[in-house]
């Protein structure tokens, strides 16, 4: 069912064109890393000063609340860049071990956000009052791990070449 | 000639995992360089003054640059020729030079003058020079060792 999903969007006349195009595909491709340089950027600055390792000056408020807008900004460019990079090789990505592990980091990063979320990044007010509690620099740290995670998972996917080794065999033995 | 190998090619996993170590690096200098600029055009961190956010990323900037620049000299180190016969390469390396020297001077100058002069040009033009740097970077990967113009 996904597999027939992907193999569809990536025979469709747009990714087929972006997939062969010289030019297209490498420009998508580094749109992708400007979003996450300006932007991740920004998580890595709202962690650190979390952690009380960077901009020690501000108020957590003042770094947690300003940055929160341009990081979906940045999220979405990078979102956006990193989807169309996967319709255009959905079939080869879908076997990729690295591309499975990137999915699962995000997964793991919804559930971070929706467990922090309300504790943590909405209260950074309080901290500026009372100090920054045990459960928000676990919170950041968290956050640091996960997303130098899905970079690196990101960068594996390339090197991951077709055949698509042991995963693609086996889902061809069980005809999936 | 004698042949000198290079001990990073001796394992398959020290590129990818230098890669890994240059991206995290440029996520931290052009990261917090792109944080100033966002000041300066007036998209972010509104509360904060230029100078004193120039000042408060200096040391993750300058971190940043150096861990980016050394992983970025070893990755090249791996395979020299395949990089000195890309124009892409060539490309990068002047950018790479001309955001580094904007980014210390003009742009540093206009930071730390409350009110920034030309805030707006400056901001724009580090983050148009990083960009070019970004997509150098990408390039390389895609013209393998051609001098290519005729698919431009």
Redesign the interface.
Same mark, same amino acid.
């Given at each position: 069912m996904l597999l027939s999903l992907a193999l569809w969007v990536q025979a469709t006349d747009f990714f087929t064109y972006l997939r062969g195009s010289g030019y297209a595909y490498p420009i998508v491709l580094s749109m992708h890393m400007v979003g996450i340089a300006f932007f991740g950027g920004m998580i890595l600055m709202t962690d650190m000063r979390i952690l009380g390792l960077a901009m020690k000056k501000y108020p957590v408020s003042d770094v947690v609340d300003q940055l929160r807008i341009p990081k979906r900004w940045g999220f979405l460019l990078a979102g956006t860049c990193g989807f169309l990079l996967f319709c255009c090789k959905a079939e080869e990505y879908y076997y990729n071990i690295f591309f499975r592990l990137k999915l699962t980091l995000f997964f793991l990063i919804f559930v971070h956000a929706m467990t922090f979320r309300g504790s943590v990044y909405a209260k950074a007010g309080e901290f500026d009052k009372r100090g920054i509690p045990g459960r928000a620099k676990v919170a950041a740290v968290l956050s640091l791990v996960l997303w130098a995670g899905v970079a690196c998972m990101g960068r594996g996917i390339g090197y991951i070449e077709p055949p698509w080794g042991i995963h693609a065999q086996l889902f061809d033995l069980l005809h999936l | 000639m004698m042949l000198i190998e290079n001990p990073l090619n001796e394992s398959e996993l020290s590129f990818?995992i230098l +890669?890994?170590i240059h #991206?995290?690096s /440029?996520?931290?200098s052009?990261? =917090?360089i792109? $944080?100033v600029d /966002?000041r300066l055009l007036g998209? *972010?961190?509104?509360? +904060?003054l230029p100078s004193?956010l120039h000042r408060? =990323?200096f040391f993750?900037t300058l971190g940043g640059l150096i861990s980016m620049i050394l992983s970025g000299l070893l990755l090249f180190s791996s395979d020299p020729d395949n990089y000195y016969l890309n124009w892409a390469f060539d490309l990068k390396m002047v950018f790479l030079l001309l955001a580094i020297v904007f980014n210390y001077t003009i742009h540093r100058k206009a930071a730390l003058s409350d009110p920034p002069g030309g805030a707006k040009a400056v901001g724009g033009i580090s $983050?148009f020079l990083? *960009?070019c740097v $970004? %997509?150098g *970077? #990408? %390039?390389i *990967? /895609?013209l393998n060792s051609t001098l290519d113009f005729s698919? #431009?």
């Open positions: - | 990818p +890669e890994c #991206i995290v /440029f996520a931290f052009v990261g =917090t792109a $944080l /966002f998209l *972010g961190m509104k509360r +904060e004193q408060d =990323t993750w $983050l990083w *960009g $970004l %997509f *970077g #990408i %390039f *990967g /895609f698919q #431009i």
